[in-house]
């Protein structure tokens, strides 16, 4: 029993409540009107009667946010581009703009392991052990896409965005279903924390549920203090995922080598880490906890390597000599297939007792002794004498030939079992069709979420005959009538196209135009320039990954640095361009994430420095966030300023502001000692950087200037309408920029040459704070100078005459 006491004096309704070791996560909503977009704020004290001590949590509203969704149609040309570099196309988008982006119809040709046909590949054991309180561990190399187990789990950001690796891999092969569900949950929850999983239906992989694990991401070389702290938020996962799948009352679950990949966990310790968690569950685990086993499964050679040597190092030697190709079914593959309209029966030779499925129809006779069959005998005995006792309550008095008896499954691997009376050939047309007309009620209630998994039945000759001649009839009858049933929503075409999702308007205008852009890279164009000052933070192997890209695409990639302005040239031919350049977009994308977690490290080394460990905690709690501001509303700052930019010919079409309670701090602590511009100032940003400025604050990476008259500094102006001669039209829909309170302090003129403010005096520890111009703009050299309030969202009036 769990009690729940807010300090506000308000009562609440709580909805999806998840509990685990990391955290809580719950939906509130006020009773006082208005119901949505009001904001609150509650500390609540769980105290559940087996606790000792409350659980104390900070709860923080999600902001509500406004999803739209496009189809782009898709010509031969840019099929070809797309077959082969999906990933990197996701992936930019969603670092770009946030956006998520599904392609339809179109194959995968990518060089990743995850991405290609794996039809022939076979689950392999190559370790077992049962370890305490009826929990099992096994590692496999398999193909996590068909692997056969109650619940796969899919290594996911935070965005829940699926656009590459695995992520991406077990995305498509589930299904479209899959990314539409989780970009629902990040719509009403928001980002989700890492270390922690969410659930979603399995669309079409051959499970029950997939659930999405947010690993930790670390940098390329991290350090102990990093790793050390990585490891931990990775022990929660593999913890949160386990007591998921417990909750669900699932039996078996696939784990992936979470974190190993794209996020750069050394695979050796995340091997560790995960065997380490499944050990300690095992220890802590409740003595009457039912059976499970916990696959550990990947399909590259090193990763199971390593899984299976921290197995042998902490679990000790396997329980039995694992077996070659070792299938995940009992039954053999399937001997004929029948097309019922818009189902599929497949007829299969094998113990149907071992089936894992949602549905197994059972023959049985008027006495409904399920012990009278052979077939009947076998599902008795795997299920238990409680499914024959729950038979017995359910029918009394007559029973009629062709009648459907349902019972849950108990302990047979399917939801529910259907018994049908039947024995003679009338009986057997009667249950035909008694049977179909329950099933199609069935699969229509499971539409929306496109969980239909297979029902097996026994067949005999006489039912074969049948089922063939129920679908001469159906097909007969299908030209003159069309069942809406299990046809997908009208937006679902067969032609390749992308799907893009957004949440906003504003970013799926962005995301559109640079499709676009990318392509329809002009015919006759042998050249394609991205500028992208992160390009000095690509890796060593990037740089090989640019050398692989020239060979294979016959291209030639160039990097330049000029004039504070960064990025990569590629020449060749068209193809050859529009596929290095996805790659490299991907690759400079990749670098900006890693420039931004760095700095996101020096920061809180900085406050750690300054606070004490219990107010940095308590720091780390509060992320960024932006809140949208209300242009109608009659707070007389927002109409000067929505006045301000209509001078300059410039229409506000949104305005957010920005809290980031760590880089509020440290403007704070700089303040006391620099004294700060006396109104606010203006950057001119890309919409790609907009919320990187709003985590880590502002950079000289972000917006360089056209030409840096002042040095190699931060820019900023006095206002918005010389922007537009400092910074150059990026050709994006609309015009960012980020409104700022900056510490100009002591100032003096700007040269090219500063790297840093010049000396002020004969001592050269002794500097200005900034330089200027003395026309407006002013120059910074140190981001922690300036902290981001607003995001002001503009387009030019004259682009909508």
């Known amino acids: 029993m769990w009690t729940f006491r807010g300090k506000q004096r308000s009562s609440f309704s709580f909805q999806n409540l998840s509990l685990n070791k990391a955290t809580i996560l719950l939906s509130v909503w006020s009773p006082h009107p208005p119901y949505t977009n009001t904001p609150l704020s509650c500390i609540l004290s769980l105290s559940p009667s087996s606790y000792s001590k409350p659980i104390f949590i900070r709860w923080t509203p999600k902001p509500v946010m406004e999803e739209t969704k496009h189809l782009i149609p898709l010509q031969p040309p840019k099929i070809a581009i797309l077959k082969r570099c999906r990933s990197a ?3 930019v988008l969603q670092e770009k703009f946030g956006c998520t982006a599904q392609i339809h119809n179109v194959e995968d040709d990518s060089l990743s392991p995850f991405l290609t046909s794996k039809a022939s590949i076979v689950s392999e054991i190559k370790y077992s052990k049962q370890l305490a309180r009826q929990l099992k561990v096994s590692v496999w190399k398999g193909d996590l896409t068909n692997h056969k187990v109650d619940a796969v789990v899919n290594p996911a950001n935070e965005n829940l965005s699926h656009g590459g690796g695995l992520a991406q891999a077990l995305s498509s092969a589930g299904g479209h279903m899959i990314q539409k569900c989780s970009n629902d949950i990040i719509k009403h929850l928001g980002k989700i924390p890492t270390g922690e999983v969410v659930a979603t239906p399995a669309g079409d992989l051959p499970c029950k549920m997939i659930i999405h694990a947010v690993g930790p ?4 070389s991290p350090s102990k203090a990093e790793l050390d702290s990585a490891s931990h938020l990775l022990h929660n996962t593999i913890w949160n995922i386990l007591i998921k799948v417990d909750y669900e009352r ?14 750069n966990f050394p695979l050796p310790k995340c091997a560790e880490v995960i065997v380490k968690a499944l050990k300690l569950y095992s220890e802590k685990r409740n003595l009457a906890a039912r059976n499970l086993e916990v696959r550990l499964v990947n399909i590259d050679d090193p990763s199971v390597q390593h899984m299976e040597r921290a197995c042998l190092q902490f679990l000790g030697p396997s329980d039995t000599k694992p077996k070659q190709n070792q299938g995940n079914s009992s039954t053999q593959s399937s001997i004929a297939s029948l097309n019922l309209g818009n189902v599929t029966l497949h ?5 149907i007792e071992n089936e894992r499925t949602d549905v197994i129809v059972n023959t049985i006779g008027a006495d409904l002794q399920l012990s009278s069959g052979q077939v009947s005998a076998a599902l008795l005995n795997k299920a238990g004498r409680r499914i024959q006792e729950e038979i017995r309550t359910l029918k009394y008095g007559y029973i009629s030939e062709g009648d459907i008896l349902e019972t849950s499954g108990h302990n047979l691997d399917c939801k529910e079992v259907y018994h049908t009376v039947c024995g003679s050939n009338r009986a057997l047309a009667i249950w035909c069709k008694r049977f179909f007309t329950l099933w199609s009620q069935i699969a229509l209630k499971w539409q929306a979420v496109k969980a239909i998994h297979p029902c097996l039945f026994l067949l005999s000759g006489r039912a074969t005959l049948a089922l063939t001649r129920m679908k001469e009839d159906l097909n007969a009858s299908s030209t003159n009538s069309k069942s809406s049933g299990f046809q997908d929503s009208q937006d679902v075409t067969t032609e390749p196209c992308i799907e893009l999702f957004a949440s ?3 970013a799926m205008r962005e995301a559109k135009r640079w499709c676009y852009d990318m392509l329809h890279l002009s015919s006759s164009s ?21 050398m692989t890209l020239q060979r294979s695409l016959e291209v030639i990639i160039t990097e330049f640095i000029k004039e504070g302005k960064g990025g990569v040239i590629i020449n060749g031919d068209p193809h050859g361009i529009l596929c ?3 790659e490299v977009e991907a690759m400079l994308c990749k670098a900006q994430e890693d420039f931004a977690r760095d700095e996101e490290r020096y920061m809180w080394a900085d406050l750690e420095q300054m606070f004490p460990a219990d107010e940095i905690e308590m720091m780390s709690n509060r992320l960024y966030k932006k809140t949208a501001i209300d242009l109608n509303m009659k707070d007389p700052e927002v109409k000067q300023r929505v006045k301000t930019f209509e001078r300059f010919g410039l229409t506000i079409e949104k305005m957010e502001k920005i809290e980031n309670y760590a880089l509020n701090q440290l403007f704070e602590l700089n303040s006391k000692r620099i004294k700060p511009y006396h109104k606010p100032l203006y950057q001119r940003v890309n919409a790609q950087f907009c919320d990187l400025i709003c985590r880590v604050g502002f950079q000289r990476e972000y917006a360089p200037p056209k030409e840096q008259a002042c040095g190699a500094g ?9 922007a537009f001669t400092l910074w150059e039209d990026n050709g994006e829909e609309y015009i960012y920029f980020i409104e700022a309170q900056v510490l100009t302090g002591k100032q003096t003129s700007g040269s090219t040459d500063l790297i840093v403010p010049p000396p002020n005096g004969t001592d050269p520890l002794v500097r200005y704070d900034s330089v200027t111009n003395k026309k407006g703009i002013h120059v910074i050299f140190n981001g922690q100078h300036a902290y981001p309030e607003r995001i002001i969202t503009c387009t030019e009036k004259k682009s909508f005459i």
Not at 527 to 544: A, F, G, M, P, R
Not at 714 to 722: G, K, L, V, W
Request: net charge negative.
């Open 714 to 722: 931060i820019y900023f102006t006095t206002e918005a309408d010389e």
């Open 526 to 546: 042998q050249c394609k320039t991205i500028y992208n000052n992160h390009v000095v933070y690509l890796s060593q192997e990037d740089h090989e990954k640019l």
């Open 504 to 506: 906003s308007k504003t």
């Open 89 to 91: 196309f996701c992936q």
């Open 347 to 351: 007829l299969k030779k094998g113990a």
């Open 250 to 263: 699932l039996e078996s679950v696939a784990i992936p080598a979470i974190s190993s990949g794209l996020f």
């Open 580 to 582: 290095a350049a996805l």
């Open 217 to 220: 991401c670390v940098s390329r």
